[in-house]
């Protein structure tokens, strides 16, 4: 007699993927704030927003992964830092809009579901929300045999935030003579991996655990570590600044991604060696002999923030950010745009 399949025989093992909902539980309160409304394991994720103070809410929402910097994971085994990239690559597309973030929802997709790696994951989206002062109140996972070869797993998320109408950073106000202030990254955060692994592994021949002189650390730390999460930057030290705009450096790096917000008939000009350049990204160009506008197009390059201010308020923000120990350069100006001219200068 044929025994009955189940859908465990089908390598989906529902017993595993509730268990691993428990941990998720206790990672989802341990970023609990006000609004959150039941727990983890319904349906959808409820929350309150509070409206007090504003006169016109507007909601915010930005979605995306983590990309090919998985494959670094993947590589050294090590998961708990991911979700940290998942969560700073929505929420920091949110604050430059001017909101504060509410809450986020994390999908898991993996071929087998592997608790141990499940919850080092989720705890990595946990610390993100944590870091964010959001909430995370949902999420799922998925696991979707013979899609994902061994262990391998990909991520997404969401995230929501608020923001008064009148309070909105869209860059309207932007003027020519503004000045550029940029922050700095945390190194590559969660754009160009394709062409860092084929500078290191492909064209190098690299090891994940080579020692590497120029980094003072193994190739594999240093790819690995966590997207800066700007929430506290935005909405703590710099409060008291009348910001004309903000733009977070990812794909496309500092050449496509301040213009997004730049009015139309103005133009800005970056000071190219304004900043010290950390030396992960000259170790790349070097290795990859990399020109110097792919790197401007593909890496932040070391500024993973910049902020737009008059220029009578460019040296009291430098001065906030650096009296908290955030490294930070005035890194260029908003300039007319010329006829014929590109609309980003490098000096």
């Given at each position: 007699?044929?025994?009955?399949?189940?859908?465990?025989?089908?390598?989906?093992?529902?017993?595993k993927?509730?268990?691993?909902?428990?941990?998720?539980?206790?990672?989802?309160?341990?970023?609990?704030?006000?609004?959150?409304?039941?727990?983890?394991?319904?349906?959808?994720g409820?929350?309150?927003?509070?409206?007090?103070?504003?006169?016109d809410?507007?909601?915010?929402?930005?979605?995306?992964?983590?990309?090919?910097?998985?494959?670094?994971?993947?590589?050294?085994?090590?998961?708990?830092?991911?979700?940290?990239?998942?969560?700073?690559?929505?929420?920091?597309?949110?604050?430059?809009?001017?909101a504060?973030?509410?809450?986020?929802?994390?999908?898991?997709?993996?071929g087998?579901?592997d608790?141990?790696?499940?919850?080092?994951?989720?705890?990595?989206v946990?610390?993100g929300?944590r870091?964010?002062?959001?909430?995370?109140?949902?999420?799922?996972?998925?696991e979707?045999?013979?899609?994902?070869?061994?262990?391998?797993?990909?991520?997404?998320?969401?995230?929501?935030?608020?923001?008064?109408?009148?309070?909105?950073?869209?860059?309207?106000?932007?003027?020519?003579?503004?000045?550029?202030?940029?922050?700095a990254?945390?190194?590559?955060?969660?754009?160009?991996y394709?062409?860092?692994?084929?500078?290191?592994?492909?064209?190098?021949?690299?090891?994940?655990?080579?020692?590497?002189?120029?980094?003072?650390?193994?190739?594999?730390?240093a790819?690995?570590?966590?997207?800066?999460?700007?929430?506290?930057?935005?909405?703590?030290?710099?409060?008291?600044?009348?910001?004309?705009?903000?733009?977070h450096?990812?794909?496309?790096?500092?050449?496509?991604?301040?213009?997004?917000?730049?009015?139309?008939?103005?133009?800005?000009?970056?000071?190219?060696?304004?900043?010290?350049?950390p030396?992960?990204?000259?170790?790349?160009?070097?290795?990859?002999?990399?020109?110097?506008?792919?790197?401007?197009?593909t890496?932040n390059?070391?500024?993973?923030?910049?902020?737009?201010?008059?220029?009578?308020?460019?040296?009291?923000?430098?001065?906030r950010?650096n009296?908290?120990?955030?490294?930070?350069?005035?890194?260029?100006?908003?300039?007319?745009?010329?006829?014929?001219?590109?609309?980003?200068?490098?000096?």
């Amino acid at each position: 007699m044929t025994k009955p399949l189940t859908y465990a025989d089908a390598g989906v093992d529902i017993d595993k993927a509730n268990r691993f909902v428990g941990a998720v539980k206790k990672i989802a309160a341990s970023t609990s704030r006000k609004g959150v409304l039941g727990r983890i394991g319904g349906f959808g994720g409820l929350f309150a927003p509070d409206w007090s103070g504003m006169s016109d809410p507007i909601l915010v929402s930005a979605t995306d992964g983590v990309g090919t910097k998985l494959k670094i994971a993947f590589m050294l085994d090590r998961h708990d830092s991911v979700g940290i990239d998942l969560v700073a690559m929505s929420v920091n597309d949110i604050i430059v809009q001017g909101a504060r973030p509410l809450f986020f929802l994390d999908y898991l997709s993996v071929g087998k579901l592997d608790e141990s790696t499940a919850t080092a994951v989720v705890s990595g989206v946990g610390e993100g929300c944590r870091q964010a002062q959001c909430a995370l109140i949902g999420g799922e996972t998925a696991e979707m045999p013979g899609l994902y070869a061994g262990n391998e797993y990909d991520l997404a998320g969401f995230a929501v935030g608020l923001v008064d109408r009148q309070a909105i950073l869209d860059g309207s106000t932007i003027q020519s003579g503004d000045q550029l202030i940029g922050i700095a990254s945390s190194g590559l955060h969660s754009n160009g991996y394709s062409l860092v692994r084929k500078i290191c592994f492909a064209h190098l021949g690299l090891k994940i655990d080579a020692h590497v002189a120029e980094l003072g650390q193994p190739v594999g730390e240093a790819l690995l570590t966590p997207t800066r999460i700007y929430v506290e930057t935005l909405f703590d030290t710099l409060t008291e600044i009348a910001l004309r705009g903000a733009a977070h450096i990812t794909g496309g790096g500092l050449s496509e991604n301040i213009i997004r917000v730049v009015p139309k008939g103005l133009g800005i000009e970056i000071r190219q060696h304004s900043w010290p350049v950390p030396p992960i990204f000259h170790f790349l160009q070097q290795a990859g002999k990399v020109e110097n506008a792919e790197m401007q197009r593909t890496f932040n390059n070391g500024i993973g923030l910049v902020v737009f201010v008059r220029e009578s308020d460019a040296q009291q923000t430098l001065d906030r950010l650096n009296s908290t120990n955030q490294k930070a350069w005035h890194i260029g100006r908003v300039v007319p745009q010329t006829r014929n001219k590109d609309r980003v200068g490098w000096i």
